[in-house]
């Protein structure tokens, strides 16, 4: 079994207006080491994906119907909250797209990695070292030595100092690497990062993709990187599954996805970034939107909005068929591996 | 030349003034100079804090320069009185980044979309069934219909409230638009039917563009010339194929290479080994 498996997942989420199923059928295994880039239009699912995982979706309104998490063979909708916390900052980090509204801005940062550092070691001593008689001020004195060397990780210059600084005293950027500095003190194997970089400059995002690229090999990380930019899932990831509707409709090693696009929405999705090649006018865009949740179309979700759609799309949702080794795709009109091509 | 900026300079002056201390003052934009010619769509690249916004700002008079000039169409902007700087602006608009954020959401679209034409109801001379019928024009001109005039904006996708936003900013009949990152709150499929629709509009308008991004991708595929800003200094300008293919300053190789290109084949890290 992978590091974390996600079989068949199914999430609904009650509204003023109906049932909307948010998830439908997700299917990943994520191995560490590997670098998951999760993308799709906004609304297809992805960060509930994320929060499922950290079982941050509240519930109610959020309604698992069906399938599994498992996280180093732990199943993660069975484990009680008490049990999750333990998790959450510890063995499964956590970054998300704004930096600003992340960090309370009446603390120094200094004081908030404190804590998270202290509610670690309360769950494994091992994080801070010490011996299970140490007192509260030794505690702390540790703790703020280890906020110390990951803010000195993870590129904040002159960390010892910086420590006791506000948050607006950041930069967006630095912002951004005192949250994954923050993610990291519980020495975790699995980091959900979503959206880490839309907020920042291109400059800036170069820093932090270097940056989690290094974490990865330093630490063997586990990363499952949400994000709508295809740009950073080909430079950073080494894998990839693009989510259509609550749906994972192709999925696969990062190089083979994007060489060989072969589901219609990946197509639309690669087709719609302007390239150097683009004339003007000549762009690409998906026409109509991403499907009402509460009714979905029966079949294949995209089949409304897609070029090539044939009667039989309506019927059944397509099963996920393998095009090459790891390379799956869930379209009726896509070859699977070993049959002559079409 | 429609826009010419000669020499700008804008200097904020912090409000508060320490007790005998010294007033500190902050250098947004540096006798910065640029010249659009009519019909043009020019790009202004930069990243946060460079200097984009406020040069917008002055352009639309909101903001008083320090020293310099800027001449549209033959008249200094900065020494025009206040009256006829509001006439001046029916013929250069702005649309803003966040669709989101800079539509009512208390108004109809088709209050939106008339408000411009009441503002400049002076210049245009426009009844109310006029504006209506102007306004029904102008949606079908962005790709929306008159089944949207009596709908609020939070019964709209982000595409289509951008599309508003345009139609807006059309309502005056500029010849001059600013487009202040009006794509990068989109999805890139939605982003793609918006500058083709920004494409069309020039073409059956005869607008002139100020495409404000930093989206190298976007301002390549919809400018003609750009010029990159940084710091409140203007550091390279010119075609945009040239700036592309040949930076000359560290500024634009850099912002160049940090630009994540959909191909795992140019990834500065070893994505291959895992798996």
Same mark, same amino acid.
């Given at each position: 079994m992978a590091f974390l498996d996600i079989r068949d997942l199914h999430l609904a989420m009650r509204t003023f207006e109906g049932e909307a199923h948010v998830l439908n059928g997700i299917n990943l295994s994520v191995e560490r080491g590997e670098i998951w880039g999760l993308v799709g239009e906004t609304g297809c699912g992805k960060s509930l994906t994320g929060l499922s995982i950290s079982r941050l979706?509240?519930?109610?309104?959020?309604?698992?119907l069906r399938g599994e998490i498992r996280f180093a063979g732990q199943d993660l909708l069975a484990t009680p909250e008490d049990g999750m916390r333990r998790l959450r900052g510890g063995h499964i980090g956590m970054i998300f797209q704004d930096p600003t509204t992340n960090l309370n801005p009446a603390f120094r940062i200094g004081e908030q990695m404190v804590d998270v550092a202290l509610h670690a070691d309360a769950v494994d001593?091992?994080?801070?070292?010490?011996?299970?008689?140490?007192?509260r001020r030794q505690r702390r004195v540790e703790a703020r030595r280890l906020a110390i060397a990951m803010l000195d990780k993870v590129g904040v210059p002159d960390a010892a100092r910086r420590i006791d600084d506000y948050p607006h005293q950041f930069s967006g950027g630095m912002r951004q690497r005192v949250l994954i500095a923050m993610a990291l003190i519980g020495k975790p194997e699995l980091l959900i990062a979503d959206e880490p970089t839309t907020a920042l400059d291109v400059s800036v995002q170069a820093q932090i993709l270097r940056l989690i690229h290094s974490l990865v090999l330093e630490y063997q990380l586990a990363v499952l990187l949400i994000t709508h930019n295809l740009g950073v899932v080909a430079q950073l990831c080494t894998h990839v599954a693009v989510m259509y509707a609550g749906n994972i409709i192709e999925s696969g090693p990062v190089r083979p996805v994007f060489r060989n696009p072969t589901h219609p929405y990946t197509r639309a999705l690669m087709k719609a970034v302007p390239h150097a090649t683009h004339r003007r006018g000549e762009l690409q865009g998906l026409p109509g939107s991403v499907p009402n949740l509460f009714t979905p179309p029966p079949g294949c979700r995209l089949a409304p909005r897609c070029?090539?759609?044939?009667?039989?799309?309506?019927e059944r949702v397509p099963p996920t068929i393998a095009v090459s080794p790891g390379h799956d795709v869930a379209c009726v009109l896509a070859t699977p591996a070993g049959s002559a091509a079409a | 030349m429609i826009l010419r900026i000669e020499n700008l300079t804008k200097t904020f002056r912090s409000r508060g003034r320490r007790w005998l201390g010294p007033q500190t003052s902050f250098t947004a934009l540096n006798d910065v100079s640029l010249s659009i010619g009519k019909g043009e769509s020019f790009g202004l690249v930069g990243e946060s804090g460079s200097g984009k916004t406020t040069l917008t700002r002055c352009i639309l008079g909101l903001e008083r320069i320090t020293s310099g000039r800027i001449v549209f169409d033959g008249t200094d902007?900065?020494?025009?009185?206040a009256a006829e700087m509001r006439r001046m602006r029916a013929r250069i608009q702005i649309v803003f980044q966040d669709p989101y954020a800079s539509l009512n959401p208390r108004m109809l679209v088709h209050d939106i979309i008339a408000e411009p034409m009441e503002i400049h109801q002076d210049t245009l001379g426009l009844g109310a069934r006029q504006r209506s019928d102007r306004v029904i024009e102008l949606l079908e001109l962005v790709g929306l219909g008159a089944q949207h005039l009596y709908r609020y904006p939070h019964e709209f996708s982000g595409g289509q409230r951008q599309r508003i936003g345009i139609a807006r900013a059309l309502a005056v009949n500029p010849e001059f638009l600013i487009l202040d *990152?009006?794509? /990068?709150?989109?999805?890139v499929s939605v982003q793609a039917q918006v500058l083709n629709l920004l494409h069309d509009l020039q073409q059956k308008l005869g607008l002139t563009y100020l495409f404000i991004s930093h989206d190298l991708g976007v301002i390549r595929y919809i400018c003609d010339r750009i010029a990159l800003i940084y710091r409140g200094d203007i550091v390279e300008e010119g075609g945009v194929d040239d700036i592309f *293919?040949?930076? /000359?300053s560290d500024y634009a190789r850099m912002l160049l290479a940090a630009m994540p290109e959909p191909d795992p084949a140019k990834s500065p890290f070893n994505t291959e080994a895992a798996g």
């Amino acid at each position: 079994m992978a590091f974390l498996d996600i079989r068949d997942l199914h999430l609904a989420m009650r509204t003023f207006e109906g049932e909307a199923h948010v998830l439908n059928g997700i299917n990943l295994s994520v191995e560490r080491g590997e670098i998951w880039g999760l993308v799709g239009e906004t609304g297809c699912g992805k960060s509930l994906t994320g929060l499922s995982i950290s079982r941050l979706v509240p519930s109610p309104p959020g309604r698992y119907l069906r399938g599994e998490i498992r996280f180093a063979g732990q199943d993660l909708l069975a484990t009680p909250e008490d049990g999750m916390r333990r998790l959450r900052g510890g063995h499964i980090g956590m970054i998300f797209q704004d930096p600003t509204t992340n960090l309370n801005p009446a603390f120094r940062i200094g004081e908030q990695m404190v804590d998270v550092a202290l509610h670690a070691d309360a769950v494994d001593p091992a994080i801070l070292g010490l011996a299970p008689g140490a007192s509260r001020r030794q505690r702390r004195v540790e703790a703020r030595r280890l906020a110390i060397a990951m803010l000195d990780k993870v590129g904040v210059p002159d960390a010892a100092r910086r420590i006791d600084d506000y948050p607006h005293q950041f930069s967006g950027g630095m912002r951004q690497r005192v949250l994954i500095a923050m993610a990291l003190i519980g020495k975790p194997e699995l980091l959900i990062a979503d959206e880490p970089t839309t907020a920042l400059d291109v400059s800036v995002q170069a820093q932090i993709l270097r940056l989690i690229h290094s974490l990865v090999l330093e630490y063997q990380l586990a990363v499952l990187l949400i994000t709508h930019n295809l740009g950073v899932v080909a430079q950073l990831c080494t894998h990839v599954a693009v989510m259509y509707a609550g749906n994972i409709i192709e999925s696969g090693p990062v190089r083979p996805v994007f060489r060989n696009p072969t589901h219609p929405y990946t197509r639309a999705l690669m087709k719609a970034v302007p390239h150097a090649t683009h004339r003007r006018g000549e762009l690409q865009g998906l026409p109509g939107s991403v499907p009402n949740l509460f009714t979905p179309p029966p079949g294949c979700r995209l089949a409304p909005r897609c070029p090539v759609a044939q009667p039989r799309c309506a019927e059944r949702v397509p099963p996920t068929i393998a095009v090459s080794p790891g390379h799956d795709v869930a379209c009726v009109l896509a070859t699977p591996a070993g049959s002559a091509a079409a | 030349m429609i826009l010419r900026i000669e020499n700008l300079t804008k200097t904020f002056r912090s409000r508060g003034r320490r007790w005998l201390g010294p007033q500190t003052s902050f250098t947004a934009l540096n006798d910065v100079s640029l010249s659009i010619g009519k019909g043009e769509s020019f790009g202004l690249v930069g990243e946060s804090g460079s200097g984009k916004t406020t040069l917008t700002r002055c352009i639309l008079g909101l903001e008083r320069i320090t020293s310099g000039r800027i001449v549209f169409d033959g008249t200094d902007l900065t020494t025009l009185p206040a009256a006829e700087m509001r006439r001046m602006r029916a013929r250069i608009q702005i649309v803003f980044q966040d669709p989101y954020a800079s539509l009512n959401p208390r108004m109809l679209v088709h209050d939106i979309i008339a408000e411009p034409m009441e503002i400049h109801q002076d210049t245009l001379g426009l009844g109310a069934r006029q504006r209506s019928d102007r306004v029904i024009e102008l949606l079908e001109l962005v790709g929306l219909g008159a089944q949207h005039l009596y709908r609020y904006p939070h019964e709209f996708s982000g595409g289509q409230r951008q599309r508003i936003g345009i139609a807006r900013a059309l309502a005056v009949n500029p010849e001059f638009l600013i487009l202040d *990152e009006p794509t /990068s709150a989109l999805d890139v499929s939605v982003q793609a039917q918006v500058l083709n629709l920004l494409h069309d509009l020039q073409q059956k308008l005869g607008l002139t563009y100020l495409f404000i991004s930093h989206d190298l991708g976007v301002i390549r595929y919809i400018c003609d010339r750009i010029a990159l800003i940084y710091r409140g200094d203007i550091v390279e300008e010119g075609g945009v194929d040239d700036i592309f *293919e040949r930076p /000359s300053s560290d500024y634009a190789r850099m912002l160049l290479a940090a630009m994540p290109e959909p191909d795992p084949a140019k990834s500065p890290f070893n994505t291959e080994a895992a798996g």
